[in-house]
């Protein structure tokens, strides 16, 4: 299989990411907390965790609130920066992010207008069956992006990751915002998706759908098989 790799630099240290289909570094992830005397001090949510993530795959990023599972997709997105050292992409590696708060969205343009921007090379035909699936027709497509739900900002987010490129999604609670019937689209979606996911959530229903393979407990960075019984671990998160 061909290897993807991802350099992050720690310091004088240089950890190798291989997305999709080799073994995978995390970076150190400093997480903020309130000293004895109101000030802040900072520890290591994250330290160097190795995993291997390959195609076809989805891994589930577990943790209780504050581990680091958010900040290291941003991380990885290149939104962030990490608190020591820097990302350096590989040849080849083709990224696909879903932030909670809809970020990757052009919210001065429509609905079509995002997807026409996300895919310049499809025909205004691929464009509008895509958004169909996704649940946007007719008038729906004029929308501007600013006025959606964030039901609708959702599943826009996710028809744009479908027609990225990205050989790895990573996705930051993709089922928030969603009604019953969305949800269960997106769902079906993803799980059809030929590359590798890494997904933080509290829907144990998503996690369900997606039958993740592999797990990365946080902060320990203990990486595992996926269980069952991690379950109910998931909306505690």
Not at 50 to 79: D, F, K, P
Request: aromatic letters at 6%; charged letters at 20%; glycine letters at 10%.
């Amino acid at each position: 299989m061909r290897v993807v790799p991802t350099y992050i630099a720690l310091g004088s240290v240089v950890l190798l990411f291989a997305f999709a289909l080799s073994r995978m570094h995390f970076p150190t992830i400093m997480s903020e907390h309130e000293g004895d005397q109101g000030g802040h001090g900072s520890f290591a949510a994250l330290r160097q965790v190795s995993v291997e993530l390959e195609a076809g795959q989805c891994y589930v990023l577990l943790g209780e609130n504050g581990a680091g599972r958010s900040t290291l997709l941003r991380i990885l997105a290149g939104v962030e920066e990490p608190d020591a050292g820097e990302v350096l992409p590989g040849h080849g590696l083709r990224l696909g992010y879903y932030a909670q708060e809809h970020e990757t969205l052009d919210t001065a343009r429509t609905v079509l207008e995002n997807m026409r921007s996300a895919a310049p090379d499809l025909s205004e035909a691929d464009h509008r069956g895509i958004l169909g699936s996704f649940l946007f027709s007719g008038d729906d497509v004029a929308k501007p992006t600013g006025v959606l739900s964030g039901g609708e900002k959702t599943r826009l987010a996710l028809a744009l990751l479908v027609v990225s490129g990205a050989n790895v999604l990573l996705l930051d609670e993709p089922t928030n915002n969603l009604d019953p019937g969305s949800r269960a689209e997106i769902l079906s979606a993803l799980r059809h998706f030929k590359g590798a996911i890494v997904l933080v959530t509290h829907d144990e229903g998503a996690v369900d759908a997606l039958q993740p393979e592999r797990v990365v407990l946080l902060p320990d960075g203990i990486e595992d098989a996926w269980s069952e019984d991690l379950t109910d671990l998931v909306a505690l998160a």
